[in-house]
């Protein structure tokens, strides 16, 4: 069975702090996909980011950053300056390659509260 | 590109009655996959439709049911309803084994 673990429920940062939200999986498949995707209070999952699990290499998109660490099981997002947009709740998810959606596990979320 | 959408964006039922929820994927996207959101339980896949079949189910009874047309289109209806279904409804689409872009949802309260 897989898991996703966001031990992080909630993080209040003050407008311009780095946070970094934490993302631990399990899972027995040798190949696999990791999601992050962000909630604003309107509803929709916003995607940010996917990547194979063959990749470990860090990624960067403006404010965002990942770090896929194998060796570790994790996958964390760290957004630099944060700004009260930011706020959200955030979900990890992971799905087997092989599996399709009907065995995507998603984290608990991390609720995100940036304040000015 | 148009993102995925879904009507309506609320609504109010109450028990033993039906519903059917609507979503409109991204053009070109002929999966489309439904979640339920809820505090308690979180994000749970519900079923995923392509090219009009059914091609996985959750864990759920079968009071969920969905359908999917000629044009990807597709539509969850839920019968029955009991209070345990408030819940917010997430409609996602995809190209064949990509990544699922989600709609705004639905949300459903059961009275």
């Known amino acids: 069975a897989q898991k996703v673990t966001q031990a992080q429920t909630e993080i209040s940062v003050v407008e311009k702090e780095d946070v970094t939200l934490d993302c631990v999986y399990e899972?027995?498949?040798?190949?696999?996909?990791l999601f992050w995707y962000k909630q604003p209070p309107s509803g929709e999952l916003v995607f940010l980011i996917r990547?194979?699990?063959?990749?470990?290499q860090n990624e960067i998109s403006g404010r965002y950053s990942w770090n896929f660490q194998k060796s570790t099981s994790s996958f964390n997002f760290t957004i630099t300056a944060s700004q009260v947009v930011d706020s959200a709740v955030y979900f990890c998810a992971l799905i087997p390659s092989s599996g399709g959606y009907q065995k995507v596990t998603f984290g608990t979320g991390t609720k995100l509260q940036v304040i000015p | 590109k148009a993102g995925v959408t879904q009507t309506p964006r609320y609504l109010i039922k109450t028990r033993g009655q039906q519903v059917t929820l609507s979503c409109s994927p991204i053009s070109g996207h002929r999966s489309v996959s439904w979640y339920q959101q809820t505090p308690g339980q979180g994000l749970q896949f519900l079923f995923e439709y392509f090219s009009e079949t059914q091609r996985n189910k959750g864990n759920f009874p079968g009071r969920f049911s969905g359908r999917q047309f000629s044009n990807s289109r597709s539509e969850m209806n839920v019968s029955t309803l009991e209070l345990g279904d408030s819940a917010l409804y997430l409609c996602?689409?995809?190209?064949?084994?990509?990544?699922?872009?989600f709609g705004p949802g639905t949300r459903l309260t059961v009275l």
């Open positions: 990547r194979n699990s063959f990749d470990e």
């Open positions: 899972t027995r498949d040798t190949t696999y996909y």
């Open positions: 996602a689409s995809s190209s064949w084994g990509d990544t699922q872009y």
